[in-house]
């Protein structure tokens, strides 16, 4: 949908140090890599739908009227009266509807923890549900692709003929939309709901590159509009706004919404940034001299992100304070797009700081159940970074790397080659930190940045991976 972006490839930095492994390095990174790959059970081979794939046939009826042996299905019993915009089998629905029950807590990691602005199901997705015949169709067959992950099912041939025919449905309905001059469909709430649909289905079946051309059309779309016309229905905004940062994060460009007159403006205006001294002095003595060394923009998005984490593990606790969307968009935006502002020369400490909490905090606002990233775009430069801060001087302590290097072996957990270069250093810096247990290391760690309901459990697995004799300690 919109222009093709092309960046440059990130070279990995070749190792002579650990070219032959032992035998006990081998084993550690066979295991924590199975781990990461288990934890994301791969997808069996699927050929994706691409725009080109649509069929020339006319027998989709798109713009057909609905003859009268084909009145829509009810939504369930209490909203028999209710039909949808299309004819469509009941099991699709009913799977929506569970959906719809999981809400996104099924989705993101934080999300059972964040108040949602509107309870239950939100007016704007079921109105659209019933007015707006691409979003119903897209949105059925995103969620029976998200499912298939989600609950490791196989599904018929048949099934998958009928996700084809919704796709390709959908798609036509949106281009011939998209051509029309009436910007009241073309840039309506359903439509933009619509094509954030198209690129969660691409995420969830792995087609990256699909997934940000979606995602760049979406944001023109939303440029064209205005984003301060979204922000006032905090869900879609939120949505929007991972689209934008996501895509920038894996391909490495300046995110889109900023670069449009008044986008910035509005953004700032909206968030509401943490007292940053307030916070700053309760942080633990090793955490203020870290941020002594780094550029002052990039340590108050530091500060910025501490404050936010320390919201979000008061929540995790039992009857604790819950984050609100509000709460969530504003820190997502006022944390998240300095850090994708700001670039320091490669070699740089600030740069490996910069890359290290973009590869903590994505987890945590942009990424679908997971702490891996999906793109190794990303990977290959903080690896990169890496490398230049195990050559860096006596300025940069073990403990601070041996931050640095956990959430890269976290992020990168499914990468073999990367777990191979990442388990050597990360073993010498624990044990300069004469950490000897899990708690030990997560006691480094947090005194930095951490949030346990989204870290300790691949933490932990890293660390009896690299140390199983160390278990019953």
């Not at 092309?6 to 650990?18: H, N, Q």
């Not at 934890?39 to 994706?48: D, E, F, L, N, T």
């Not at 990168?412 to 950490?435: A, G, K, T």
């Amino acid at each position: 949908m919109g222009s093709q972006h092309t960046s440059g490839k990130f070279r990995f930095i070749v190792s002579t140090d650990v070219e032959n492994k032992d035998p006990d390095t081998r084993k550690v990174i066979r295991s924590h890599v199975m781990r990461g790959k288990n934890r994301i059970k791969p997808r069996r081979k699927v050929r994706h739908l691409q725009h080109k794939d649509i069929p020339t046939t006319d027998c989709l009826n798109i713009n057909g009227p609905l003859s009268s042996s084909k009145v829509p299905r009810p939504l369930c019993a209490d909203l028999a009266a209710i039909p949808l915009a299309d004819v469509v089998e009941p099991a699709l629905i009913a799977d929506v509807l569970l959906f719809s029950s999981m809400s996104s807590k099924a989705m993101f990691l934080l999300d059972p923890y964040i108040v949602p602005q509107k309870l239950g199901i939100s007016p704007d997705w079921f109105t659209a549900m019933q007015s707006d015949v691409a979003y119903l169709h897209a949105i059925c067959f995103t969620i029976q692709s998200y499912f298939d992950g989600f609950f490791g099912r196989t599904r018929s041939a048949a099934a998958e003929r009928r996700d084809r025919l919704y796709y390709d449905k959908t798609v036509r309905i949106l281009q011939e939309r998209l051509s029309l001059d009436d910007d009241s469909q073309k840039l309506s709430d359903s439509t933009i709901m619509t094509i954030i649909a198209l690129s969660g289905h691409a995420y969830t079946t792995g087609d990256f590159e699909s997934a940000h051309n979606h995602n760049r059309g979406l944001l023109r779309l939303v440029s064209m509009r205005g984003i301060n016309t979204f922000l006032q229905h905090t869900k879609l905004s939120i949505e929007i706004i991972r689209c934008d940062l996501a895509m920038a994060v894996d391909t490495n460009l300046t995110p889109v919404l900023w670069n449009y007159k008044g986008v910035l403006a509005t953004l700032s205006g909206f968030t509401k940034t943490p007292c940053q001294n307030v916070h700053l002095r309760l942080l633990q003595p090793e955490a203020r001299k870290f941020l002594g060394k780094l550029d002052a923009q990039l340590a108050a998005a530091w500060v910025s992100m501490s404050h936010f984490c320390a919201q979000v593990n008061a929540a995790a606790e039992e009857d604790g304070p819950k984050v609100t969307e509000e709460t969530f968009l504003q820190n997502m935006i006022s944390i998240m797009y300095p850090l994708l502002l700001r670039r320091f020369p490669k070699g740089t400490f600030d740069e490996a700081a910069r890359l290290g909490l973009l590869a903590f905090s994505s987890p945590i606002f942009l990424h679908w159940n997971r702490v891996e990233f999906p793109d190794q775009r990303f990977t290959s430069a903080y690896r990169e970074v890496l490398a230049g801060v195990t050559l860096a001087g006596a300025n940069i302590v073990p403990r601070e790397r041996l931050w640095l290097f956990v959430i890269g072996a976290l992020s990168m957990s499914h990468e073999p080659e990367s777990m191979s270069w990442l388990v050597p250093r990360l073993r010498m810096d624990i044990e300069r930190c004469d950490v000897d247990r899990w708690s030990d290391l997560r006691a480094v760690l947090k005194s930095y940045l951490w949030v346990g309901l989204v870290y300790d459990a691949p933490g932990k697995d890293l660390f009896e991976s690299m140390y199983p004799e160390r278990l019953a300690i």
